[in-house]
């Protein structure tokens, strides 16, 4: 098997086809004015679109400012600095430039996560002047609500999320600018010589079966939303009776890939400890035997905590168990005579 298919590309065109029939049939992104780019993961397509819409680096214009709105997925921090480019730095959150003028945050990158990683809320640019990576991982149907297909110049997605199949490594990005296309699609090709190709092919396989059973029995994004409902349902039904956490907001809203209006089923509960001792609430779950991730990973207060729901359906009954010892011990930690946990 060559680095490259027949005609010496390092993309599959019909993959290509494929996922642009996929965007089109659940209607979650506008495809006919975008070119695509594969990577290893949305992972690579982070700093792969940093460098794409930053300055080249031979040029006189400063380092472009990297910036997200709290919380926000620490991997566009972590990344940022971790790769250390000449042409771009990572510049802090959006609410130290919230105040400043188009023209001042012309020379800035904004990572937008619409759902958002961790508390799965539909998200706008907060700065009017900056190029937008617009991050649309989780923008499925089984986990948002679809109001409208993304139409903006830099979008991201990923396998792992539509399919579940994170450990195959393989993302996506459309791009409006065929500049900023070449730049993202050099950066893959340097450093990885393309998406592997046995990944290609495997992903051709999974999104063609995909298509194939949309609005069926087997619609995989019912499936999922069935599923995810679900959890979001218990997990708030138990947690709606503590007085110790509390979990972020979430209303029904119509899908139009569904149809109708659709309860929400998040992958994610950002959780929030309301007692004033339990300042660090990743440690107040962790002693409840609750595996979270500290909200400090995301620039929020430690006093939330992100639980994942993306669990095999054992996991996540323990989860539920533990859910359920942690708010039922309050009425007897509150009743008369007895010590606080």
């Known amino acids: 098997m060559s680095y490259t298919t027949t005609d010496s590309l390092f993309q599959s065109v019909e993959l290509e086809t494929q996922i642009r029939r996929l965007h089109r049939a659940v209607g979650n992104a506008v495809v006919d004015d975008k070119h695509l780019v594969f990577a290893a993961g949305s992972m690579q397509l982070i700093n792969a679109l940093v460098h794409a819409l930053s300055p080249d680096a031979n040029a006189a214009s400063p380092p472009a400012s990297v910036v ?28 130290l430039w919230a105040n400043a003028s188009r023209d001042s945050t012309s020379g800035f990158i904004e990572f937008v996560t619409s759902p958002n990683n961790p508390d799965a809320l539909l998200r706008e640019p907060v700065l009017g002047g900056s190029a937008v990576i617009s991050d649309h991982a989780y923008y499925w149907p089984h986990f948002t609500h679809i109001p409208a297909p993304a139409d903006e110049d830099v979008m991201m997605f990923t396998i792992s999320k539509p399919s579940g199949h994170a450990g195959s490594r393989f993302g996506w990005a459309l791009i409006r600018d065929e ?54 349902r218990r997990l708030n039904a138990v947690v709606s009776r503590s007085r110790r956490i509390s979990l972020q907001k979430m209303a029904p809203q119509y899908c139009t890939y569904f149809k109708r209006i659709r309860e929400p089923s998040p992958a994610y509960a950002w959780v929030k400890c309301e007692r004033e001792e339990d300042e660090d609430c990743y440690g107040a779950l962790l002693k409840a035997k609750i595996i979270s991730r500290s909200g400090v990973a995301n620039e929020a207060r430690s006093r939330y905590t992100r639980i994942s729901l993306l669990k095999s359906d054992d996991d996540f009954d323990v989860l539920m168990e533990r859910v359920t010892d942690l708010v039922n011990a309050e009425k007897y930690n509150d009743a008369p005579g007895s010590s606080s946990m």
């Open 68 to 95: 997200a709105t709290v919380p926000y997925y620490p991997a566009y921090r972590l990344q940022t600095a971790m790769f250390d480019g000449r042409e771009y730095k990572w510049g802090g959150t959006t609410a």
């Open 179 to 232: 500049n900023v296309a070449k730049r993202a699609y050099d950066y893959v090709q340097m450093s990885i010589m393309g998406a592997s190709r046995d990944t290609q092919l495997r992903m051709l396989g999974i999104v063609t079966v995909m298509l194939a059973n949309l609005h069926g029995e087997d619609d995989i994004f019912a499936f999922g939303h069935d599923v995810m409902r679900s959890r979001w």
